[in-house]
């Protein structure tokens, strides 16, 4: 499985945007970029997905480098009840006809007020 | 609606005990998966059930752990002869069902598995 690389953590002020970075240099062409995240003492929730496009959705936007290589979740007013972990994962649409998802450490993101 | 359930919301065993933990997906929903959650490890797939059909079993850490699923519905997880690195938070998700295009996966609350 192709891997993601994110940061352990960030930190961001309520109000502002938050772009979390994820790198997957050894993506496939037939991987979609994922993003779930994670509430405190929650499971894990859907948040956005793409494959080479930006997107846009009520929760986010993710934006994708030409090259796929790496892409950015940004949320565009941070609140509190964004904290969260966020977690990058790809998935290959057309050879994993399961489902199954592979997480990596995600990036835990604090929100200051 | 209902989201996901997962019955019990706390278990605390002995060592080499048995436990069952249940899982009710969104009603609809084909496709169901088991993950758990350690400190250790992180957040790693178990299995998932097609139907009542488990393709993909790859996760299962050892053959004490089983899973059924009966109706299409409700799913089970059994974790036999428990020992205390099964300590974790078991996470069910279900989704609409498999096909070439992604299926949102809903996450219940989890399970969390304590044992001594």
């Known amino acids: 499985d192709a891997k993601t690389t994110q940061p352990n953590s960030m930190e961001s002020n309520e109000e502002e945007p938050v772009h979390l970075p994820c790198n997957h240099s050894t993506i496939s062409g037939t991987d979609y970029i994922h993003w779930y995240r994670q509430l405190p003492s929650q499971g894990p929730e859907y948040v956005i997905h793409g494959l080479t496009s930006n997107v846009n959705n009520r929760m986010a936007s993710l934006a994708i480098a030409e090259d796929r290589k790496s892409s950015t979740l940004i949320l565009h007013r941070a609140t509190l009840r964004d904290a969260a972990v966020y977690y990058c994962?790809?998935?290959?649409?057309?050879?994993?006809?399961?489902?199954?998802?592979?997480f990596g450490q995600g990036t835990e993101l604090s929100v200051k007020p | 609606g209902a989201g996901v359930s997962q019955s019990p919301s706390n278990k605390v065993t002995e060592k080499g005990k048995d436990v069952e933990l249940r899982c009710d997906p969104i009603?609809?929903?084909?496709?169901l998966y088991w993950y758990r959650q350690s400190l250790g490890q992180g957040l790693e797939f178990l299995i998932y059930?097609?139907?009542?059909?488990?393709?993909?079993k790859s996760g299962l850490p050892s053959d004490r752990f089983s899973a059924e699923r009966t109706g299409g519905s409700v799913s089970t997880l059994t974790i036999q002869r428990t020992q205390q690195e099964d300590s974790a938070v078991y996470l069910c998700?279900?989704?609409?069902?498999?096909?070439?295009?992604?299926?949102?996966?809903?996450f219940g609350p989890g399970t969390r598995l304590t044992v001594l």
């Open positions: 059930f097609q139907g009542n059909s488990a393709p993909d």
């Open positions: 009603s609809g929903h084909t496709a």
């Open positions: 994962i790809l998935y290959d649409h057309f050879y994993n006809q399961g489902g199954k998802l592979i």
């Open positions: 998700a279900s989704s609409i069902g498999t096909s070439s295009s992604y299926n949102e996966q809903f």
